[in-house]
Each structure stands twice: as structure tokens, then as C-alpha cells.
């Protein structure tokens, strides 16, 4: 088991439709991020929350809409995303308020399939 | 920006073998971190090792960051070792993950 605690493990959506990934942990960590991975590629950062606030959009599309409601939660809000948009989708914490500074601790995923 | 490269990219061994994973990177970093993800897609970290040494259990890491690389030695592969190992740095807010060394551990 992890620390970091991914919901769903699976999602299908439709290209209309709007749903939200959410990840929490409890280590007392003050950074936390998204990464989005593809099929046989490493992970790619997406968004860095510090301190409850957005650091780092790693210029990701306006249908990805991060969103930090307290120290604990990350959420991802997903709308009217493309087939290309499926792929695995990690969320990761670490100590301290320079993201990377600290050890990151990933979840297990969401498997994202846009249909 | 800074670039991350593995090697070597895929690796086949037999149960028992010994293996070393490199990774070089072009600038100097804040940090590094090795992972591993097993076959079901969950990313494992294994060290945090931005200099010097690190053992744990039949792994162990060495990072030399004036010479720019990082080695994880794994001794006597098991099956559940199998899966991509990737290194990790971090330089100006920037997190540059390398595109990983695939292990395959054969029973």
C-alpha cells in the first residue's frame, strides 16, 4: 500500500463528458504533483501545487484544470479531453516547498481512457 | 534544458545475475532520485541520492555529481525485480525524468 492515495484506479470517459481524479495523502507533505504517463514513456510532470498553490504548469491544456483545496487533497478536473489524452496519471508528494527538493512518494495511478 | 539519458535501455538476466543501471545526466542538479515501476504501473521510490552511497537490502546507488552520473547496482536478480527503473532529477524547479532501463529477471 501507498501513502498517496489515487482514486479512481480506472476511469473511461467520453470526449464530453467531465470528471475529476483525486489524490491524498497524509505524510504532512506541502508539495504535490501531476504527471501524466504514456505507454512505455516516462512520466512527464504536468502541474506543482506548494503551500496550497499552483508553482509549476508545465503549459499543460486548458481541458486539464488542477485544483489544491486543502494541504492533504489534489485534484485534477477533466473536460472535454481527446483520445490522446489517455494514459496513466500519477500524483506525487515530497516534503518542503522547492518542488523536487524532497523525495518524491508517487500513488499507484489512474489508468485514463478517453473513448 | 537539462537532458537525462539510461542506460542501458532494455536488460535480460537470469534469476541470481547482477546488474548496473546508469544514469548520465548534461548539468549539474539539485537532486536525483531512482524509482522503480513494476509491471503494474506503480512507481516504487528506491533512493534519493543527490551524492554519495546508498545500500538497501541487494540494492545499492552511488551518484557522482561532480562527473555527472548516477549507478544502481542490483545483486542477485530476483523475479519480482523485473520492470523499468528510471532515475530522476531536479534543477530549477525542473523534474527531468531519464526514459528508463527495462529489466526483464528470468526465472
Known sequence: DTEVTQTPKHLVMGMTNKKSLKCEQHMGHRAMYWYKQKAKKPPELMFVYS????????????????????????????????????????????????????????????????? | GIQVEQSPPDLI?????????????????????????????????????????KQNGRL?????????????????????DSGVYFCAVNRDDKIIFGKGTRLHILP
Not at chain 2, 21 to 26: E, Q
Open chain 2, 60 to 80: 545499492s546507488a552511488t551518484t557522482v555529481a561532480t562527473e555527472r552520473y548516477s549507478l544502481l547496482y542490483i545483486s542477485s536478480s530476483q523475479t519480482t
Open chain 2, 13 to 53: 538476466l537470469q534469476e541470481g545475475a547482477n546488474s548496473t543501471l546508469r544514469c548520465n545526466f548534461s548539468d549539474s542538479v539539485n537532486n536525483l532520485q531512482w524509482f522503480h515501476q513494476n509491471p503494474w504501473g506503480q512507481l516504487i521510490n528506491l533512493f534519493y541520492i543527490p551524492s554519495g552511497t
Open chain 1, 51 to 115: 503551500y496550497e498553490k499552483l508553482s509549476i504548469n508545465e503549459s499543460v491544456p486548458s481541458r486539464f484544470s488542477p485544483e489544491c483545496p486543502n494541504s492533504s487533497l489534489l485534484n485534477l478536473h477533466l473536460h472535454a479531453l481527446q483520445p490522446e489524452d489517455s494514459a496513466l496519471y500519477l500524483c506525487a508528494s515530497s516534503q518542503g516547498e522547492v518542488p523536487g527538493n524532497q523525495p518524491q512518494h508517487f500513488g499507484d495511478g489512474t489508468r485514463l481512457s478517453i473513448l
